[in-house]
């Protein structure tokens, strides 16, 4: 069951699923079982990426079945995250492998493919009725440190996965901010056809969660 709360309202209709993702603060204690974890991985694993190399690696802490590795990965966060995210279910961390396997060469695309595969990622969770929250308040030294990630590799993303919880579980800023209406910039202010506009103006408040 997919997650119809705060629902994006957009000029134009998209799948519904795409709609529904959010980035919530409010997580239930509600463990994910491992056969929900392995299929939302899964989905990242379909996602494009140069040359087919796939440089995403995920260190994968749960609540329930790898409760050390999941106060690791909440250690490395900044104290803002780590106050809202220590209820989710899990906490991952996306790693990019930085060079090709196949001739050791600088990938220089290797964050942005991380990025593909977790929002593929993020779609399945939200079709199955969970939600993450991708995080950049993070500390990628504390990560390495605490699971002796080698040179090569660098961690680029922590994101929760879990079932939302009510807002009503949250500090009163946050609260605000989960129930807030989410908003997106309309197509004229990013979609431009034929040649390279000078916009009017850049407006960053169009982009809650």
């Given amino acids: 069951m997919s997650d119809t709360t705060n629902v994006l309202t957009l000029e134009h209709e998209i799948l519904p699923v795409l709609a529904q993702r959010r980035s919530p603060r409010a997580y239930s204690s509600k463990p ?4 929900v974890v392995e299929q939302v991985f899964t989905a990242a694993s379909s996602a494009a990426s140069c040359f087919g190399e796939q440089p995403w690696r995920y260190i994968l802490g749960s609540q329930s079945t790898s409760p050390e590795a999941f106060q690791k990965i909440l250690g490395g966060l900044m104290e803002f995250n780590q106050v809202w995210a220590k209820n989710a279910g899990a ?3 996306g790693v990019a492998k930085l060079h090709f396997s196949h001739d050791n060469n600088a990938n220089g695309w290797a964050k942005y493919d991380v990025g593909q595969a977790t929002a593929t990622l993020a779609i399945e969770a939200t079709e199955l009725g969970l939600q993450i929250h991708q995080m950049a308040g993070f500390s990628p ?3 390495r440190a605490a699971f002796n990630i080698p040179e090569g590799f660098e961690p680029v993303v922590v994101f929760t996965l879990g079932y939302p919880g009510p807002a009503s579980d949250l500090p009163d800023p946050l609260r605000e901010r989960e129930e807030a209406p989410r908003t997106r910039k309309p ?6 056809e034929g040649a390279w506009p000078t916009p009017a103006g850049e407006r960053y408040d169009q982009a809650t969660v």
């Fill in 187 to 192: 197509l004229a202010e990013f979609l431009f």
């Fill in 91 to 93: 906490l991952a961390v």
């Fill in 32 to 35: 994910v079982p491992a056969a």
């Fill in 141 to 143: 030294d504390a990560l």
